[in-house]
């Protein structure tokens, strides 16, 4: 067995967009807890410190979210209160909260996405489809931290010569957040050109220009791949038989525990607890290594 991080880039693009893909489209309640339960603890197996840093701001949108809806709409036939004689229902305070879960759980799998799919899988993955795309898709994707970490470094040493952003009269800021801005993009001008010449100094662009790759497709890449396939193909039977249909307005529908619905959930719960099953099967079987040894 094998960490998430050391499957094939096409087994670790295809699960994530499985999931995601479902994800944004389901509303049933019990699907969106199993894959916002999935979500949270593989981002957190994943990321830890970050995964903790993103919870001060992330629970407050839900709860902002969940308010916002039922003072915007107010469909539903269960109304608790009337705000300038319009009714605040229980259906889209329920509904509001469903869609900030599912929220959530989207932004928490592409923060997984983004720690195991990186730049140089991402494009070994996409270079022979679409060679500058995946380049164009790779550099972006690493400016994102790379501008926050330099621009971190940049209001480190303004602070240390007195031209701290945070603090001072208000023209002080902006002096201050105006020289910081200035600098930050003298940088990316400079990292730029360096990038431009790096890629012309390593033959980018020229014809039979040759790449090298310590990806290999193995057999457990094989079965992976082949049971998010299974698992995939049968949430699509289950969305196109109407299994996973759930409805809010005006009332909510009812939840029958019947063959179809057992079956769908626990193929779902199956596919949004693979991450977790991999890295805590790897964990345990380091630490046995480690206790042998």
Same mark, same amino acid.
């Given at each position: ?52 840093? $993103?919870? &001060?701001? !992330?629970?407050? #949108?839900?709860? +902002?979210a969940?308010?916002?809806n039922? =003072? ?8 608790i ?23 959530i ?13 990186? $730049?140089? &899988?991402? !494009?070994?993955? #996409?270079?022979? +489809? ?5 380049? =164009? ?11 926050g ?6 209001m ?51 014809k039979?220009r ?15 791949l ?46 949004v ?21």
């Open positions: 067995m094998k960490s998430l991080h050391d499957f094939h880039p096409l087994v670790i693009f295809s699960y994530f967009f499985a999931v995601i893909g479902l994800t944004m489209f389901y509303m049933h309640p019990i699907l969106l807890i199993l894959s916002f339960t999935g979500a949270t603890v593989t981002s957190f197996l994943l990321l830890k410190k970050s995964f903790l840093k $993103s919870i &001060k701001w !992330l629970l407050p #949108f839900m709860l +902002v969940a308010i916002l039922p =003072l915007l709409i107010h469909e539903g036939e269960t109304a209160l009337y705000v300038n004689e319009q009714p605040i229902t229980v259906e889209a305070i329920v509904y509001g909260f469903a869609a900030s879960v599912m929220l759980a989207i932004i928490f799998w592409f923060s997984a996405f983004n720690a195991v799919m990186t $730049s140089d &899988k991402f !494009l070994y993955l #996409f270079t022979k +489809v679409s060679p500058a795309v995946a380049l =164009l898709i790779s550099l972006t994707m690493r400016l994102v931290p790379l501008f970490h330099q621009i971190k470094k940049i480190y040493a303004q602070r240390a010569i007195g031209m701290d952003p945070s603090s001072g009269s208000v023209w002080h800021r902006i002096k201050a957040g105006t020289r910081i801005l200035s600098i930050l993009i003298s940088w990316a001008l400079e990292n730029a050109i360096e990038t431009a010449d790096s890629m012309k100094a390593r033959g980018y662009g020229l039979g040759s790449t090298f790759s310590l990806f290999r497709f193995d057999r457990l890449d094989g079965i992976a082949s049971g998010i396939f299974i698992l995939f193909i049968i949430q699509l039977l289950c969305s196109y038989f109407g299994w996973n249909e759930f409805y809010y307005y005006p009332t909510f529908s009812p939840i029958v525990w019947d063959g179809p619905m057992i079956f769908m959930t626990i193929s779902y719960g199956i596919l607890s693979l991450p977790i099953f991999i890295e805590v099967l790897e964990a345990f079987k380091w630490r046995s290594l480690k206790s042998i040894n």
